[in-house]
Structure formats: structure tokens, C-alpha cells
């Protein structure tokens, strides 16, 4: 058994079944192992919450939740899981399928982007992995590149990970963090932004997924890189404008990305039925091609066409360390929602300023203000503070996440507050018009 409450290492055992080999990565509510099972040999993950988490009970719900939904799904596209053990200390370790890859934003930041059939392909074996999910009305939340792993560069073993944000109360109003913010605003669906009714259903998974393709089809993903600002960018349903991408990828990637939830496909799996290729053995995942040199956009076959151009591929290598992961903004809301005092939290947040605290602060405002379980007081508060930072009259680009005010966006959240007994948000929308 490993000893004191620090990280992990090298060579410390977990209930004498699992040896540490190396740390992952590491996160807001703990960090991710190699290890490998003394009985077996075979190689391991193992996510451990620190003890500080381990003391909050959101947290721990959280972290057993996980381990719940793992233990239901059998798919070669979702990650496996093996088991749940807590030691003497109280620190949770979730063991599941060690992968040795990359994930896809390993890849997607390297410039690598993929053949619109090859797109197609990935889409239809993600997509099988989602509609796995869904079977047990398991919502993901969280489908990004981040938490796409590629193991050993062959793009078609792809394998959807950390379900840390999954939700298994499809078509409920309730989750452990809230119904609206989750994951990652550059692959956020409208709903998780607040748009919608701000209600995480499994049409979620399938619009992030969209996204996702977009970004390795190599086109333009509307809202990446805007945080919170995303949401003005996804208000209406997405087009691909692009005239070189085919009409069956468009076909697909426009009915993934329908605004409305209730306009998507209910099955998912059907999405990538009609002339989406089989998922077949494909080739390497290509690196970023040398200066002045184009990037073929191919991946079955690519190693002929890589020789004629002179272009170098990134193959993994074992030996290389996995570099650990900084604290996203999801798991900065999760802290501020987790807190002792969450709105408290969230003003400090504020306070502080810079774009990742304050895309944090509105997702946990949004997630605080939409969780009924919170007193209708307090859920008044959080929305008035989301209409404050949109609001002409109070907006303050360093206590705001959008790069401009929206009286309209101020509108809808002051109605919000207003319909849970706000006096002063009454007052804002008669002074804005309404």
C-alpha cells in the first residue's frame, strides 16, 4: 500500500494487487498512473483522486460514478474498465485499460488532419462507442480530442476516455455538477452553454462529436478558442461552407451540428450508416508536414504518398514520458461548484480575472444556477451574475468572459432570476426593454 497523502511512485503498491510504474498526467481532482497487475503482468491505469477530494462528497460521488458507468459498457471504442478499490487513507483508485497511445489533440496540435473518408470511418467507430453510452442512458459530456485516445498511431482503434463529466440521468434536469457546464467550451454543444432550455441530453455527445470531426477534417470549428463566447458562435445550425469537402461528409457533419437538440439524429450509430465506409485498418496518423510542404490528406495508404513529398510522420515511441495535463476549466468550476460556499467561490474567480478563470466562473454559474437541488436564492444570484457579464450597463471586460455586452443574452438570464423571485432582475429587464 502506497503511504502519505502525496503523489504517487515509482514501485508503491495499491492493496498489494497493483504496482505504480509512472504517472500519466494529473488534474484538478487527482492524477492518472501506469501500473501494472502483480498477478497477471498485464499493464494498467489507474486514476487516484487526492485526498482532498477524497474528503468532499461531491467529489467522491463523482469519482464512483465513473467507476459505475465503466462497469456497464463493453465496446472496442470505449476504454475498459477492470476495477474500484479504496485503501486504509480513503484515496479512490479506478483501474481500468492501460492504452499506450496518444490522444487525438497529440495529433490535431501537431497539424495532422484526416481524408474525408478516413473522417467518416472515425465518426462511425466513435460513434459506435457513443451509442454504447447511450444504450444505458450514459451522456459522455465530455467528447473532445482530449478524451480521444489513439493507440499506437492507428487512428481507427480510437478509444473514448475520462467519463469523469458523464451523467447517467439522460433526460433529467439533474447531475452531479449540474445540467449545463461541462467539458470543454471549444467542443461544448448550444444546451451546455445555456441555450435550449441548458438540458444535456445524448443529442450532446452527438453534436460534440460533430465537432470533433470538423477539427480533424481540418475545417474551421465555429466558437474553438472563444471560451464562454462559444455560445454566440452556435446559436444557429452549422453549415459547412467549404465546396471541397464532399457531400456525404457535409450530409453528416450538418445533421450532427443542428442547433436545437431536438433536431439532431436520435441515433447516432444510424448517422454514419448511409455511405459512411466500414471501419477498416488504416495507416499512421500524420504529423505536421516541413515547411512549405503540404500535408497529404489521406491516412489509408499514406506512407506512399508521405515518401514522394519528403514529409516525416510522429510515430510513438515507449521510452518517451507522457507529459501531465494542466487543470482544465471544467475541473476549475468543479472546485468553485465543490466548494464550501460555491458562489463564494465563483466571485473569486471573477475577481482574479484571465480568460481560464472566468470561463470557469460562467460554466459553474451556469451549472449552479440550472441544478434545482440549490435553493431558488441562490440560483438567483448565479443567474444575475451571468446577465451582469453581458449586461451594457455593468459589463467589464476584465470581469467577463465575452468580448462584448449582449442585451439580449442579459435578458434571458435576468428572466431567469426573475422567474425565481428577483426583484432586481425585474428591474434590469424593465430598464432593458422588456
Known sequence: MARGSGELKSGDL????????????????????????????????????????????????????????????????????????????????????????KPLSHYISRGARLAPEDVLKLGKRLAGGIAALHKFNIIHRDIAPDNIMVPDDDIMGAKLIDFGLASDTA??????????????????????????????????????????????????VPGEGMGAAALDARRADLKIADKKVPAELARVLEAMLRADPSDRPADIAAIFASGAPASSSAGPVAAPAKPGMALPLTLG????????????????????PTTGASLTQAETANEALAADDPLASMITLIDKGGSDNLNAAFGALMAYGNDKANADADRRKAYVMVAQMYDPETYDATRSPFPGPNATAARRFYQRAADLGSDDAVAALQRLGE
Open 301 to 320: 495508404g499514406i506512407a506512399a504518398v508521405a515518401l514522394a513529398a519528403g514529409i516525416w510522420f510522429f510515430f510513438i515511441r515507449s521510452d518517451l
Open 171 to 220: 433526460g433529467t434536469e439533474k447531475s452531479i455538477i449540474g445540467d449545463s457546464f461541462a467539458g470543454k467550451f471549444s467542443y461544448s454543444a448550444p444546451e451546455q452553454l445555456g441555450l435550449f432550455g441548458a438540458k444535456v441530453t445524448p443529442a450532446t455527445d452527438i453534436y460534440a462529436l460533430g465537432l470533433v470531426l470538423m477539427k480533424i477534417a481540418g475545417l474551421a
Open 14 to 101: 495499491i492493496q498489494d494487487t497493483y504496482e505504480v510504474i509512472s504517472q500519466l498526467g494529473a488534474g484538478g481532482m487527482g492524477a492518472t498512473y501506469k501500473g501494472r497487475n502483480i498477478a497477471t503482468g498485464h499493464a494498467v491505469a489507474i486514476k487516484v483522486m487526492t485526498p482532498e477530494f477524497s474528503r468532499n462528497s461531491k467529489a467522491e460521488a463523482l469519482f464512483k460514478r465513473e467507476s459505475s458507468l465503466l462497469r456497464t459498457v463493453q465496446n472496442e471504442a470505449v476504454i475498459r474498465y477492470e476495477t474500484t478499490l479504496k485503501d486504509a487513507e480513503g484515496r479512490f483508485y479506478l483501474v481500468m485499460e492501460y492504452v499506450e497511445g
